[in-house]
T-cell receptor, first 115, second 114 residues
Framework: DVKVTQSSRYLVKRTGEKVFLECVQDMDHENMFWYRQDPGLGLRLIYF???????EKGDIPEGYSVSREKKERFSLILESASTNQTSMYLC??????????????FGSGTQLSVL | ELKVEQNPLFLSMQEGKNYTIYCNYS?????LYWYRQDPGKSLESLFVLLSNGAVKQEGRLMASLDTKARLSTLHITAAVHDLSATYFCAVDIGSGGSNYKLTFGKGTLLTVNP
């Protein structure tokens, strides 16, 4: 089974801190994604990557950046955390489009609180 | 801008009853996904619908896709308590080639009461 591992289940940070959220997948998937989930808003895509060192903005990239130096690892960076970035962050991975099953496999999430 | 709308957003039903969750989307697409999320847990894939008229069934859940109407349905038959969860539909709006991204609906919180 695919395993998508997020490094922290809960994080508490202070406003202005630089925050790194790490995600690792073990199935050699090409695509990786970062979503945030907020009550009443569902899941919103922040950034995604379809190859090493490649990245594309999602729907809400402001205040975030990403890094994909290795195929299995996709990092989300909050350069200067703000209280409105308090949220549940979900990492996901999938194989390339065109293959038989392109569903997303999700990590267990990181609940980030910015005080 | 793609919009994905689910209704209802909240659904309380009794065990043994049938009901349908609807997912409408605003842009042409022939790829739609359903996910389930249990409280405090992450999302788990339920169904992948890849063409007009596609129908998938597993247990008490059946999903279908009508790309002309831009509508997918998730039908629940004879609900049981274990089906209580939040259900999300998601539409693929990828630009083709090897990359794509999904836009999610806001989710339907289903509560099945004894």
């Amino acid at each position: 089974d695919v395993k998508v591992t997020q490094s922290s289940r809960y994080l508490v940070k202070r406003t202005g801190e630089k925050v790194f959220l790490e995600c690792v997948q073990d199935m050699d998937h090409e695509n990786m994604f970062w979503y945030r989930q907020d009550p009443g808003l569902g899941l919103r895509l922040i950034y995604f990557s379809y190859d090493v060192k490649m990245k594309e903005k999602g729907d809400i990239p402001e205040g975030y950046s990403v890094s994909r130096e290795k195929k299995e690892r996709f990092s989300l960076i909050l350069e200067s955390a703000s209280t409105n970035q308090t949220s549940m962050y979900l990492c996901a991975s999938s194989r390339h489009r065109g293959l038989t099953s392109e569903k997303l496999f999700f990590g267990s999430g990181t609940q980030l609180s910015v005080l | 801008e793609l919009k994905v709308e689910q209704n209802p957003l909240f659904l309380s039903m009794q065990e043994g009853k049938n009901y349908t969750i609807y997912c409408n989307y605003s842009t042409t697409s022939d790829r739609l996904y359903w996910y389930r999320q249990d409280p405090g847990k992450s999302l788990e894939s339920l169904f992948v619908l890849l063409s007009n008229g596609a129908v998938k069934q597993e247990g008490r859940l059946m999903a279908s896709l009508d790309t002309k109407a831009r509508l997918s349905t998730l039908h629940i038959t004879a609900a049981v308590h274990d089906l209580s969860a939040t259900y999300f539909c998601a539409v693929d709006i990828g630009s083709g080639g090897s990359n794509y991204k999904l836009t999610f609906g806001k989710g339907t919180l289903l509560t099945v009461n004894p």
